[in-house]
């Protein structure tokens, strides 16, 4: 890969303006939380790449995995960490190593996979106790029809999200990061629908068991304009915090965490 990590923002940065007409270095700036003037500098190589501005770019410009590995060694070893092996090269390791690799950023090529609700639920069942690497398993688990978990995990193994480990078929990564800068129908969809569940569940008789399986909870607040990028990422901190705290612990059951945060008023 010969083109600089300048370059490849470019690169993406022209192509999400060929999809968004509108979207501007501005308005790249104010997700990426840094002046437009300073970005403008960086974009035209005047003033270096900060590494938590790569990682920012990288996240709202859509780049691909292995581009983005490229550019985080790149920026590392500018640092002096010389990075021996590309997390996106990193095919040899086993299960147990690749749940401290971190998270893996899913290329939007991918993205099909939150089209229906139970795709993601389905690849968590592999990593359950007791997981024999049959479809029954999983149906059962997820009172989902077995021709559907059939046909889920053919695509999901197309996709490269699920792989052979031992005659089973595991999810491919611990911890997947379908994550997208843009409003994208699939990401939307697939809030909706984890949400329309959790509103039927809501709505339904629930029992003392029920409550203590799940938390119930919001809260309404007042909060100033300058606040809600902090808000906002304190809020995908707890999650990942979350997700990162329950990979060392046997897996037992598949949840789903849903947080809206959203204004009422104008």
Not at 2 to 21: C, N, T
Not at 37 to 50: E, I, Y
Not at 193 to 213: C, F, P, W, Y
Request: glycine letters at 4%.
């Amino acid at each position: 890969m010969k083109e600089s990590p300048i370059e490849i923002f470019q690169a993406a940065l022209k192509k999400k303006q060929g999809k968004q007409s509108k979207f501007s270095l501005r308005q790249l700036a104010t997700r990426a939380e840094v002046s437009a003037p300073f970005l403008s500098q960086v974009m035209n190589g005047k003033r270096a790449l900060p590494l938590s501005l790569a990682v920012k770019l990288c996240r709202i410009l859509d780049v691909q995995k292995e581009k983005r590995d490229y550019i985080l060694s790149m920026l590392l070893e500018g640092k002096g960490v010389h990075v021996k092996v590309p997390l996106s090269d990193r095919k040899d390791i086993d299960k147990a190593s690749k749940k401290k690799t971190g998270w893996n950023f899913v290329p939007d090529r991918s993205f099909w996979a939150l089209s229906e609700w139970y795709y993601l639920p389905i690849l968590n069942c592999t990593l359950l106790e007791g997981y024999d690497g049959s479809p029954e398993f999983i149906a059962q688990k997820l009172d989902l029809p077995l021709s559907t978990v059939k046909a889920a995990l053919a695509r999901l193994k197309d996709g490269h999200l699920l792989e052979l480990q031992e005659g089973k078929l595991v999810k491919s990564n611990a911890m997947n990061d379908f994550h997208s800068a843009a409003p994208r129908a699939e990401i939307r969809r697939f809030h909706a629908s984890g949400m329309d569940r959790a509103q039927v569940a809501l709505r339904e008789k629930i029992t003392d068991g029920d409550l203590e399986r799940r938390l119930i909870t919001s809260m309404v607040l007042t909060v100033a304009e300058s606040d809600i990028p902090w808000l906002k990422q304190q809020i995908i901190e707890l999650m990942n915090r979350c997700s990162t705290h329950s990979q060392k612990s046997t897996a037992e059951k598949v949840y789903h965490l849903g947080i809206q945060f959203f204004p009422h008023s104008t």
